[in-house]
T-cell receptor, first 112, second 116 residues
Framework: AQSVTQLGSHVSVSEGALVLLRCNYSSSVPPYLFWYVQYPNQGLQLLLKYTTGATLVKGINGFEAEFKKSETSFHLTKPSAHMSDAAEYFCAVTTNAGKSTFGDGTTLTVKP | EAGVAQSPRYKIIEKRQSVAFWCNPISGHATLYWYQQILGQGPKLLIQ????????DSQLPKDRFSAERLKGVDSTLKIQPAKLEDSAVYHC??????????????FGPGTRLTVT
């Protein structure tokens, strides 16, 4: 069975500071990894994904994530936070069979 | 391209009543998912369709929840009778299809259900 752990249900940063949202997973087979973002009263939307190839993947709005197989991690980063980045972020793992498991989410607050 | 449509957006019912949610996926997407997201938790897969066949319904409480996807397009999710613990946001998502790899999922706006 696969699982996803997002460390820290709430993260607060100042505008312009580094954003780091942590995600660790367990999977019996090499997974596909995703980060989704959810703004208030909206559906989840894809930020970025890792399937194969380069382990550092870039997404929308300046976010990127690095797949580290040895650490079973897929942490999300952004060099400089913007007020508009305030939202809830979900890490998800999908198997080759298409079964997806989501973490419990991290709420990002950006202080002016 | 139109996104995933869901209705209603909000629903308040009393326990033991029934409720139905509707979803229209992105045109051409073969795979459709229904998720339940309880406050403070991540989305949990209830059921996954590939065209009009069920791929995974292992976490669907079949004594009260049912879902169908007629003609491999629209889908409905029904709860009968509802319990207080069914209060959650119900997400519908779609993707191109399993045979072409685990494409990313496209989510609708969700339906917020409150059971009183």
């Amino acid at each position: 069975a696969q699982s996803v752990t997002q460390l820290g249900s709430h993260v607060s940063v100042s505008e312009g500071a580094l954003v780091l949202l942590r995600c660790n997973y367990s999977s019996s087979v090499p997974p596909y990894l995703f980060w989704y973002v959810q703004y208030p009263n909206q559906g989840l939307q894809l930020l970025l994904k890792y399937t194969t190839g380069a382990t550092l993947v870039k997404g929308i709005n300046g976010f990127e994530a690095e797949f580290k197989k040895s650490e079973t991690s897929f942490h999300l980063t952004k060099p400089s936070a913007h007020m508009s980045d305030a939202a809830e972020y979900f890490c998800a793992v999908t198997t080759n069979a298409g079964k997806s498991t989501f973490g419990d989410g991290t709420t990002l607050t950006v202080k002016p | 391209e139109a996104g995933v449509a869901q209705s209603p957006r909000y629903k308040i019912i009393e326990k033991r009543q029934s409720v139905a949610f509707w979803c229209n996926p992105i045109s051409g997407h073969a795979t459709l998912y229904w998720y339940q997201q309880i406050l403070g938790q991540g989305p949990k897969l209830l059921i996954q369709f590939q065209n009009n066949g069920v791929v995974d319904d292992s976490q669907l409480p079949k004594d009260r929840f049912s879902a169908e996807r007629l003609k491999g397009v629209d889908s409905t999710l029904k709860i009968q009778p509802a319990k207080l613990e069914d209060s959650a946001v119900y997400h519908c998502a779609s993707s191109l299809g399993r045979t072409q790899g685990p494409y990313e999922q496209y989510f609708g706006p969700g339906t917020r259900l409150t059971v009183t």
